[in-house]
């Protein structure tokens, strides 16, 4: 699974709108896309607000961020059981 959002962020640290998906892979069920989701909401609501520098906080405004989140995991396999599934 693939997925992008793009954000930018004010001066003072929140953002100025929610982060917009740019970008989920494709033949993704919806619930699926939706987990993801949630997940990046959460993540980015325990960052903000960003605590930036004098210097950083009069750069960053308006400045539009991608995150491109890649879960590569082979769900259903396990690792610890091996090809026969003992």
């Known amino acids: ?3 992008t ?3 930018a962020f004010k001066r003072n640290g929140e953002l100025i709108a929610p982060a917009q998906v740019t970008y989920t892979t494709h033949d993704v069920p919806v619930a699926v896309r939706d987990v993801y ?3 990046v909401d959460a993540a ?3 960052c903000i ?3 930036f520098s004098n210097g950083m906080g ?3 405004p308006g400045r539009p961020i991608s995150i491109r989140f ?3 995991r082979m769900l259903g396999d396990d690792p610890d059981k091996g090809d026969s599934g003992k």
Do not use: G, Q
């Open 58 to 60: 009069s750069s960053i």
């Open 1 to 3: 699974m693939e997925y």
């Open 37 to 39: 989701r949630e997940a």
């Open 44 to 46: 980015l609501k325990r």
């Open 49 to 51: 607000p960003m605590h």
């Open 5 to 7: 959002v793009r954000f």
């Open 70 to 72: 890649i879960d590569d």
